[in-house]
C-alpha cells in the first residue's frame, strides 16, 4: 500500500513577509467548499426564518435565531480545525475512538427521551447529540486503524475487525434508536474502507451481507414473530416501496412532501405555500426542510440548494485526491461518503424514493449537533487541503 | 481531474485513483437520480401536485338549502322544516390505521351513548348504501356535544356537526299518506338525471309529493370554501369563497285542510281499513285523500327502531304505509252500474227508457243470478234500475254485451283499470277483466275457464275479477258527471316562492274526452240522485236528509275470503256536481252502512251543512 507521510509534512518557512490573508491561511482553504457550506447554512436560517413564524407561540425567530447561533458557532470551529494538522488525530485515534464509544453509551444514562428515542443530552444552552458528532470521530478514528494495518493489507481478518470497529458504535445508535444515523455510521466505515483498498471481494461480500441482514430485519423476523425494527421504523421503510396505498402515517408524511414539493412547481409558492406552511409536512423545519424548499422556492430553489451540495460533494472527493498523506485520503473519503449519504437519502426520502430513516440533511435541518458537526467535518477537510497546499506549496498555482 | 497523477505525486496510485473515479461516479449518479426526480415532480407533474395540495388545505362544507313547504290550497301548513343538528362521520377522513379508527369511534360511542359494536353496525350498514359518504350517526344532538367536538377536533378527524333541515308536520297524521318522505340520496339514485348536482348526505324526497315535486321543494344547497390545516382547523383569514343556499320553492296542494280532516276522521271512525277520495269533478283537483291505517309521518324523520320497522312493514294485511285510494285493488259491487249504464247506452245495448223485466232472478248457462235481498222490482227502466240497484236489469245489460268488449272499452275509457296519472308515486293500474287476459290466463294455464257470458255480466254489476280503486271510480263518476272530460287527478297546485309569488302552476290538461250524450247524462245522474235522496232509494236512509241535493250510487262487493267490500261514490250538487267523493271500506259490509255515512260527513264538511235524519222507511238495500 502507499506510506503514510503523517508527520513528514511540515509548511517551509514564508520568506516574504506574510499578508493577513496569509497569516489567517484563506489562500490555503478550498474557497468553493467554503463557500458552499456557508451559503447552504445561511439559506437554512433564511427558509427557517420565513417558515417557523408562527411555530413557537410569541417567537417568530425561535429557530432562525438558534440554527444562525449554531451556524456562527460551527463556522467557527470549522476555522479552528482548518488549522489544525488532522494529522494529529491519527495519533489520537484510539483516544477518538473510545471517547465516541462512551459519549453514545451516556445517552442511555444521562440522554433524555424525544419521541420515543434517547439520543441526546440536555446541555444549559442546546441539547448535544454525540452520535452527530460521532460521524466525523468514526470517520477520523477508523482511518487511524486503517493506517495502522495497510502496510499488511487486507486479508479478511482484517476487513472483519474494521467493521467491527465501524459496527460496534452503529450498533450503540441503532439500540438509541437511532436508524438513520447507525446507518450513516456503516456507509462512513464502508467508505473508509472503500478508500484504504479493501478488496472488492470482501466489499461485495459486506454488500450481501448488508442486503441478506435487511432481508431477515424486514421480511423474515417479522413474519416468524421477532420482529427487530420498531413498527414505526419498518413502516417507514418499507412504506415508499409501495407508494399511495395509504396504509400509514409514515406513507403519509412522505406523500404529504412529495405534494409539497410538487405543488412548488418551477418557480415556487413562495408565501402562498400551503402544504409546509398549514403544517400538512411534518418535521418542516428538520427531516423535511427541502420540502419546504422545494415548495416555496419550487424547482429554481430546489435545484439550487442540490447544485450546492453537489458542488460540496465534488469539492470533498477533490480534497481526498489531494490529501498529503493516505490518512488524509481515508479521513477525507469517510466524510464525503458521510455527505453524499445523508443527503441522498434525506432529499432522497422528501422525493418520495428513499425510506423515510429520520437523517437530517447537513447544514440545512435545523439542529445544532448536525449543524455543528458537519462544520466541523468540513473543517478538517480543509486541514486537510490547507496541508496539502501547504506541502506543495510552489509547486502548484491554484 | 482525479487521474492527473503526475500532479497528484506519489501519494496517488493507480488503484487508488480508480477507486476515487468510482466513488466520483457514484456521486454523479445519486445526484442525477436526484435531479431526474425533482424534475419529474417539480415540472412534468407540478399541476397535479398543486391541484392534490389545494385539495388538501381546501374544504368545502356543503350549506344544505332549506327545502321547501308543503302548504294546503288555503295556505295552511301541513310539512313544514325544522333544524336539526347532525352528527356525522366521513368516512374518507378517518384515520387510516384500524387501531385508531377504532379507538375514535370508541370515543364518539362513548360521546353518544352508543356502543361501539352499534356505531359500526349503524356505519356498515349506511355505507353499504352509499359508499363514502358522511354517515350520520345521531340527529338532535346537543349544542353540548357539539362545543366539545368543536374544541377536540384534532380528537375526531372525520367527525362533522351539520346542520341539517328536518321535516316537521304541524297537522301530525293529517294526509301522512300525500306527503311521502324524505331521505338521504342513495348511490342508486345518485345516477338517476332527476338528482343531477347532488352529492352523497344531501336530503331528496323518497315517496309521495315530496317525491313527486322534489326538484321544486329541493333547493340547491350552498358552499362554503375554507382554507384549513392539516388538523382540519380553519386557518384564520382562509374563508375563500361562500355560495349562498336557494331555499326550495313551496309546493301548494290542491287539499282542503278541513275536508281532509272531516275525511280522515270518517276514516278511521269506522276502525276499518279503507280509503276515501274527494275531488273536483270538474278539473281533477283533489280536495282531499285519506287511506286507513295511517301513520306518524315524523317516524320518517329519525332512524327507525325494530318496533317501528315491524308496524310499518311486516303487516301485509293493514300495511300502513300503502295508500289504498291509489292502490287498492277491489271489486266495487253496484257503484260500477253508472260504467256499465254508460257502455251499454253506447253500444246501443239498451236506451235510456227501454223497460226490462226485472224478475228477481237471471238464468244463465243454467245458473241463477239474483238480486240482492231476493227483491223482484218488475218491469223497470234505467233511472229505477239505478235507484233500487236491480241486478238483473244490469246482468241482462251485461248479458247483452257478450260477446264483444263494449263494457271493458268504455270502462277503460272512463278510467278504470288503468293509472289516473295523478302526481303521487305508487299509483296501481288494477284490473279490468277482459276476454283477452282470461283467455290468456287460461291458455297458460292460470286459470280454469275461458271468457265466458258470465264474466261479462259479472263485471256488469262490479263483481268477478275486477279491482280498482277510489281515485278511478271517481274519476269515472267525474267524467260521466261533466259530460265526457276525463279528468287527471292532481295533488299539486302550485310551486311559490317563500314570498307567495307563483313560479308555477300545476293544472294538468285532462287525460281525456269521451262522448256522452246529455240524455244519457241526465238519466244516470237522476237515477243516481234517485237512489241517494228519494225514498226507496239504496241510500235514502243516509242523504235522505242531507239539504244538499246529491247523486250517489251504493256498492256492496262480495271479495271471497273477506266479508264484504262497502263502496260510496257520491256527486254533489246534484245536477251540475262540482265534487266526487268515492269511499270504500275493507270488510265494511253493505255500502249504505259504512262508506255512505263516511262520504256524507265529508260532503257535510265540505257543504258545510249537516243531515236531518230521516226514515229510511222501505229502502231498498241493493
Same mark, same amino acid.
Given at each position: 500500500m502507499?506510506?503514510t507521510?503523517?508527520r513528514?509534512?511540515?509548511?517551509e518557512a514564508?520568506?516574504?513577509r506574510p499578508s493577513?490573508?496569509?497569516?489567517?491561511?484563506?489562500?490555503?482553504m478550498?474557497?468553493?467548499?467554503?463557500?458552499?457550506?456557508?451559503?447552504l $447554512?445561511?439559506?437554512?436560517v433564511?427558509?427557517?426564518?420565513?417558515?417557523?413564524?408562527?411555530?413557537?407561540?410569541g417567537?417568530?425567530n425561535?429557530?432562525?435565531d438558534?440554527?444562525a447561533?449554531y451556524?456562527?458557532?460551527?463556522?467557527?470551529?470549522?476555522?479552528?480545525?482548518?488549522r489544525?494538522?488532522?494529522s494529529?488525530?491519527?495519533e489520537?485515534?484510539?483516544?477518538?475512538?473510545?471517547?465516541?464509544c462512551?459519549?453514545?453509551?451516556?445517552?442511555?444514562?444521562?440522554g433524555f427521551v424525544?419521541?420515543?428515542?434517547?439520543?441526546?443530552?440536555?446541555?444549559?444552552?442546546?441539547?448535544?447529540?454525540?452520535s452527530?458528532?460521532?460521524?466525523?470521530l468514526?470517520a477520523l478514528?477508523?482511518?487511524?486503524f486503517?493506517i495502522?494495518? $495497510?502496510?499488511?493489507?487486507?486479508?479478511?481478518?482484517?476487513?472483519?475487525?474494521?467493521?467491527?470497529?465501524?459496527?460496534?458504535p452503529?450498533?450503540?445508535?441503532?439500540?438509541?434508536?437511532?436508524l438513520g444515523?447507525s446507518?450513516?455510521?456503516? $456507509?462512513?466505515t464502508l467508505?473508509?474502507m472503500?478508500?484504504?483498498?479493501?478488496r @472488492?471481494?470482501?466489499l461485495?461480500?459486506?454488500?450481501?451481507a448488508?442486503?441478506?441482514?435487511?432481508?431477515?430485519v424486514l421480511v423474515?423476523?417479522?413474519?416468524?414473530?421477532?420482529?427487530v425494527?420498531k413498527?414505526?421504523?419498518?413502516?417507514?421503510?418499507?412504506s415508499?416501496?409501495h407508494p399511495?396505498?395509504?396504509?400509514?402515517?409514515?406513507?403519509?408524511q412522505?406523500?404529504?412532501?412529495?405534494?409539497?414539493?410538487?405543488s412548488?412547481?418551477?418557480t415556487?409558492r413562495?408565501?402562498?405555500?400551503t402544504?409546509?406552511?398549514?403544517d400538512?409536512?411534518?418535521?418542516r423545519?428538520?427531516d423535511f426542510?427541502?420540502a419546504?424548499?422545494?415548495?416555496?422556492y419550487?424547482?429554481?430553489g430546489?435545484a439550487l440548494?442540490?447544485?450546492l451540495y453537489a458542488?460540496?460533494? @465534488?469539492?470533498?472527493?477533490?480534497?481526498v485526491?489531494l490529501?498529503?498523506?493516505?490518512?488524509?485520503?481515508?479521513v $477525507?473519503?469517510?466524510?464525503?461518503a458521510?455527505?453524499?449519504?445523508?443527503?441522498?437519502?434525506?432529499?432522497?426520502?422528501n422525493l418520495?424514493?428513499m425510506?423515510?430513516?429520520?437523517?437530517?440533511?447537513p447544514?440545512m435541518?435545523?439542529?445544532?449537533?448536525s449543524?455543528l458537526?458537519?462544520?466541523?467535518?468540513?473543517?478538517?477537510?480543509q486541514?486537510?487541503?490547507?496541508q496539502?497546499?501547504?506541502?506543495?506549496?510552489g509547486?502548484f498555482? @491554484? | 481531474?482525479?487521474l492527473r497523477?503526475?500532479?497528484r505525486?506519489p501519494r496517488?496510485?493507480? !488503484?487508488?485513483?480508480l477507486?476515487?473515479?468510482?466513488?466520483g461516479?457514484?456521486?454523479?449518479v445519486l445526484?442525477a437520480?436526484?435531479?431526474?426526480?425533482?424534475?419529474f415532480?417539480q415540472v412534468i407533474?407540478?399541476e397535479e401536485?398543486?391541484?392534490e395540495?389545494n385539495?388538501?388545505?381546501?374544504?368545502e362544507?356543503r350549506?344544505?338549502?332549506?327545502?321547501?313547504?308543503i302548504?294546503?290550497?288555503?295556505g295552511?301548513v301541513l310539512v313544514q322544516n325544522?333544524?336539526?343538528l347532525?352528527?356525522q362521520?366521513?368516512?374518507?377522513?378517518? #384515520?387510516a390505521?384500524?387501531?385508531r379508527r377504532r379507538?375514535?369511534?370508541a370515543r364518539?360511542g362513548?360521546?353518544?351513548?352508543?356502543s361501539?359494536?352499534?356505531?359500526?353496525r349503524?356505519?356498515?350498514?349506511r355505507?353499504m348504501?352509499a359508499?363514502s359518504?358522511?354517515?350520520?350517526?345521531? !340527529?338532535?344532538?346537543?349544542?353540548?356535544?357539539?362545543?366539545?367536538l368543536?374544541?377536540?377536533q384534532?380528537r375526531?378527524? *372525520?367527525?362533522?356537526?351539520?346542520r341539517?333541515?328536518?321535516?316537521?308536520y #304541524?297537522?301530525?297524521?293529517?294526509?301522512?299518506h300525500?306527503?311521502?318522505?324524505v331521505?338521504?340520496v342513495?348511490?342508486?339514485?345518485?345516477?338517476? #338525471?332527476?338528482?343531477?348536482?347532488l352529492?352523497?348526505g344531501d336530503a331528496?324526497g323518497?315517496d309521495g309529493?315530496?317525491?313527486?315535486?322534489?326538484?321544486?321543494?329541493r333547493g340547491?344547497?350552498?358552499a362554503?370554501r375554507?382554507q384549513v390545516?392539516?388538523?382540519?382547523?380553519?386557518?384564520?383569514? *382562509?374563508r375563500?369563497k361562500?355560495l349562498?343556499?336557494?331555499?326550495?320553492?313551496?309546493?301548494?296542494l290542491t287539499i282542503?285542510?278541513?275536508?281532509?280532516?272531516?275525511?280522515d276522521a270518517?276514516?278511521s271512525?269506522?276502525g276499518?281499513?279503507?280509503?276515501?277520495?274527494?275531488m273536483?269533478a270538474?278539473n281533477?283537483?283533489?280536495l282531499?285523500?285519506?287511506?286507513n291505517?295511517?301513520?306518524?309521518p315524523?317516524?320518517?324523520?329519525?332512524?327507525?327502531t325494530?318496533?317501528?320497522?315491524?308496524?310499518?312493514?311486516?303487516?301485509?294485511?293493514?300495511?300502513?304505509?300503502t295508500?289504498r285510494?291509489?292502490?287498492?285493488a277491489?271489486?266495487t259491487?253496484?257503484?260500477?252500474?253508472p260504467?256499465?249504464s254508460?257502455?251499454a247506452?253506447?253500444?246501443g245495448? +239498451?236506451?235510456?227508457?227501454?223497460?226490462?223485466?226485472?224478475d228477481?232472478?237471471?238464468?244463465? /248457462? *243454467?245458473?241463477?243470478?239474483?238480486?240482492?235481498?231476493?227483491?223482484?222490482?218488475?218491469?223497470?227502466?234505467?233511472?229505477?234500475?239505478?235507484?233500487v240497484?236491480?241486478?238483473v236489469f244490469?246482468?241482462?245489460?251485461g248479458?247483452r254485451?257478450?260477446?264483444?268488449?263494449?263494457?271493458q272499452t268504455?270502462?277503460?275509457r272512463?278510467?278504470?283499470g288503468?293509472?289516473?296519472?295523478?302526481?303521487l308515486? *305508487?299509483?296501481?293500474?288494477?284490473?279490468?277483466p277482459?276476454? +283477452?287476459?282470461?283467455?290468456?290466463l287460461?291458455?297458460?294455464?292460470?286459470t280454469?275457464?275461458p271468457w265466458?257470458?258470465?264474466?261479462?255480466?259479472?263485471?256488469?254489476?262490479g263483481?268477478?275479477d275486477?279491482?280498482?280503486?277510489?281515485l278511478?271510480?271517481?274519476?269515472?263518476?267525474a267524467?260521466i258527471?261533466?259530460?265526457g272530460?276525463?279528468p287527471? #287527478?292532481?295533488?299539486?297546485?302550485?310551486?311559490?316562492?317563500?314570498? /307567495?309569488?307563483v313560479?308555477?302552476?300545476?293544472?294538468?290538461?285532462?287525460?281525456?274526452?269521451?262522448r256522452?250524450? !246529455?240524455?244519457?247524462?241526465e238519466?244516470?245522474l237522476a237515477g243516481?240522485h234517485?237512489?241517494?235522496?228519494?225514498p226507496?232509494?239504496?241510500?235514502?236512509?243516509v242523504?235522505?236528509?242531507?239539504?244538499v241535493?246529491?247523486?250517489?250510487?251504493?256498492?256492496?262487493?262480495?271479495?271471497?275470503?273477506h266479508?264484504d267490500?262497502?263502496?260510496?261514490?257520491?256527486? +254533489?250538487?246534484?245536477?251540475?256536481p262540482?265534487?266526487v267523493?268515492?269511499?270504500?271500506?275493507?270488510q265494511?259490509?253493505?255500502?249504505?252502512d259504512t262508506a255512505?255515512p263516511?262520504a256524507? !260527513?265529508i260532503?257535510?264538511?265540505h257543504?258545510?251543512?249537516? +243531515?236531518?235524519?230521516?226514515?229510511?222507511?222501505?229502502?231498498?238495500?241493493?
Open positions: 502507499y506510506a507521510r503523517a513528514q509534512a511540515r509548511p514564508f520568506t516574504a493577513i490573508a496569509e497569516r489567517l491561511g484563506l489562500p490555503y478550498d474557497g468553493a467548499l467554503m463557500l458552499s457550506a456557508v451559503a $447554512a445561511a439559506f437554512s433564511f427558509v427557517l426564518s420565513q417558515t417557523t413564524v408562527h411555530d413557537v407561540p417567537s417568530p425561535y429557530f432562525a438558534r440554527q447561533i451556524v456562527g458557532l460551527g463556522v467557527v470551529g470549522m476555522y479552528l480545525l482548518t489544525v494538522d488532522y494529529r488525530f491519527r489520537l485515534r484510539v483516544g477518538i475512538y473510545t471517547f465516541l462512551v459519549s453514545i453509551s451516556l445517552v442511555f444514562v444521562f424525544a419521541r420515543g428515542s434517547r439520543r441526546a443530552f440536555d446541555l444549559p444552552f442546546f441539547s448535544f447529540q454525540p452527530e458528532l460521532g460521524k466525523l468514526l478514528a477508523l482511518a487511524g486503517v495502522d494495518g $495497510a502496510r499488511r493489507g487486507f486479508d479478511r481478518r482484517r476487513t472483519l475487525r474494521y467493521l467491527a470497529f465501524g459496527l460496534v452503529a450498533a450503540l445508535v441503532f439500540l438509541q434508536p437511532d444515523t446507518l450513516v455510521f456503516g $456507509a462512513i467508505a473508509v472503500y478508500v484504504g483498498g479493501a @472488492w471481494t470482501h461485495a461480500a459486506i454488500g450481501a448488508a442486503v441478506a441482514l435487511a432481508t431477515v423474515v423476523a417479522p413474519a416468524v414473530g421477532t420482529p425494527l413498527g414505526y421504523q419498518e413502516e417507514r421503510l418499507t415508499f416501496l399511495g396505498e395509504d396504509s400509514s402515517d409514515a406513507d403519509y412522505q406523500n404529504q412532501a412529495k405534494i409539497a414539493i410538487g412548488g412547481q418551477k415556487g413562495g408565501d402562498r405555500a402544504q409546509t406552511r398549514l400538512f409536512v411534518p418535521e423545519h428538520t426542510i427541502f419546504v424548499i422545494g415548495e416555496r419550487g424547482f429554481g430546489a440548494v442540490l447544485s458542488l460540496l460533494i @465534488w469539492r470533498a472527493l477533490r480534497i485526491t490529501s498529503k498523506n493516505s490518512y488524509g485520503t481515508l $477525507a473519503g469517510g466524510i464525503a458521510m455527505l453524499l449519504f445523508q443527503v441522498f437519502v434525506n432529499v432522497g426520502m418520495g424514493i425510506p423515510i430513516t429520520g437523517i437530517p440533511l447544514l435541518s435545523y439542529g445544532g449537533s449543524v458537526a458537519t462544520f466541523l467535518a468540513i473543517g478538517v477537510l486541514s486537510i487541503h490547507m496539502a497546499r501547504l506541502s506543495q506549496k509547486r498555482a @491554484w | 481531474m482525479y497523477s503526475d500532479e505525486g496517488m496510485n493507480n !488503484r487508488l485513483a477507486r476515487i473515479a468510482a466513488f461516479g457514484l456521486a454523479l445526484f437520480v436526484l435531479f431526474v426526480r425533482l424534475w415532480l407533474s407540478g401536485y398543486l391541484a395540495a385539495n388538501n388545505r381546501i374544504r362544507f350549506v344544505s338549502a332549506p327545502r321547501g313547504e302548504l294546503d290550497r288555503d295552511n325544522r333544524t336539526s347532525a352528527l362521520v366521513n368516512p374518507r377522513k378517518l #384515520p390505521n384500524t387501531a379507538a375514535e369511534l364518539l362513548a360521546l353518544t351513548h352508543t361501539l359494536r352499534r356505531v359500526r349503524t356505519m356498515r350498514k355505507l348504501l359508499p359518504a358522511p354517515v350520520t350517526l345521531r !340527529r338532535d344532538v346537543g349544542h353540548y356535544l357539539v362545543y366539545y368543536q374544541e377536540n384534532d375526531f378527524p *372525520g367527525v362533522e356537526v351539520r341539517v333541515f328536518v321535516r316537521d #304541524p297537522q301530525g297524521t293529517l294526509a301522512a300525500l306527503f311521502g318522505n331521505g338521504e342513495s348511490e342508486e339514485q345518485l345516477k338517476a #338525471p332527476r338528482h343531477r348536482g352529492e352523497p331528496v323518497q309529493v315530496e317525491y313527486q315535486y322534489d326538484g321544486d321543494l340547491r344547497a350552498g362554503t375554507i390545516d392539516s388538523l382540519g382547523r380553519p386557518t384564520p383569514g *382562509g375563500l361562500v349562498k343556499p336557494a331555499p326550495g320553492g313551496n309546493l301548494r282542503d285542510s278541513s275536508l281532509q280532516e272531516a275525511g270518517a276514516l271512525g269506522q276499518l281499513p279503507g280509503a276515501y277520495v274527494a273536483n270538474r281533477g283537483e283533489i282531499a285523500m285519506g287511506s291505517p295511517s301513520f306518524d315524523t317516524v320518517f324523520t329519525r332512524p327507525l325494530q318496533g317501528q320497522v315491524d308496524e310499518l312493514y311486516r303487516d301485509p294485511v293493514l300495511s300502513p304505509l295508500n285510494a291509489i292502490a287498492g277491489y271489486p259491487g253496484s257503484s260500477f252500474k260504467i256499465t254508460v257502455a247506452l253506447a253500444s245495448a +239498451a236506451t235510456v227508457d227501454e223497460p226490462i223485466l226485472d228477481g232472478a237471471f238464468t244463465l /248457462g *243454467g245458473i241463477t243470478f239474483q238480486n240482492a235481498g231476493g227483491a223482484a222490482y218488475g218491469t223497470i227502466a234505467m233511472q229505477t234500475a239505478l235507484r240497484s236491480s241486478d244490469y246482468y241482462t245489460l248479458d254485451m257478450y260477446p264483444g268488449t263494449a263494457l268504455w270502462a277503460r272512463l278510467g278504470i288503468s293509472e289516473t296519472g295523478i302526481d308515486p *305508487g299509483e296501481q293500474p288494477g284490473l279490468l277482459t276476454p +283477452a287476459w282470461r283467455n290468456d287460461y291458455r297458460e294455464g292460470l280454469d275457464r265466458s257470458a258470465g264474466d261479462n255480466v259479472n263485471l256488469a254489476v263483481q268477478g275486477l279491482q280498482t280503486d277510489p278511478q271510480m271517481a274519476v269515472a263518476y267524467t258527471a261533466n259530460g272530460k276525463v287527471r #287527478p292532481h295533488v299539486g297546485m302550485q310551486v311559490e316562492d317563500a314570498a /307567495g309569488r313560479l308555477r302552476e300545476i293544472a294538468p290538461a285532462a287525460a281525456g274526452r269521451v256522452i250524450d !246529455r240524455g244519457w247524462r238519466t244516470i243516481l234517485d237512489a241517494a235522496q228519494s226507496g232509494g239504496t241510500s235514502y236512509g242523504f235522505g236528509g242531507f239539504p241535493p246529491v247523486a250517489g250510487k251504493t256498492g256492496t262487493a262480495e271479495r271471497p275470503p266479508a267490500q262497502s263502496w260510496y261514490v257520491v256527486l +254533489a250538487p246534484y245536477p251540475n262540482e265534487i267523493v268515492a269511499v270504500t271500506f275493507e265494511g259490509g253493505f255500502g249504505s255512505a263516511a256524507l !260527513r260532503l257535510s264538511e257543504f258545510g251543512k249537516s +243531515a236531518k235524519p230521516v226514515e229510511a222507511g222501505e229502502g231498498a238495500v241493493e
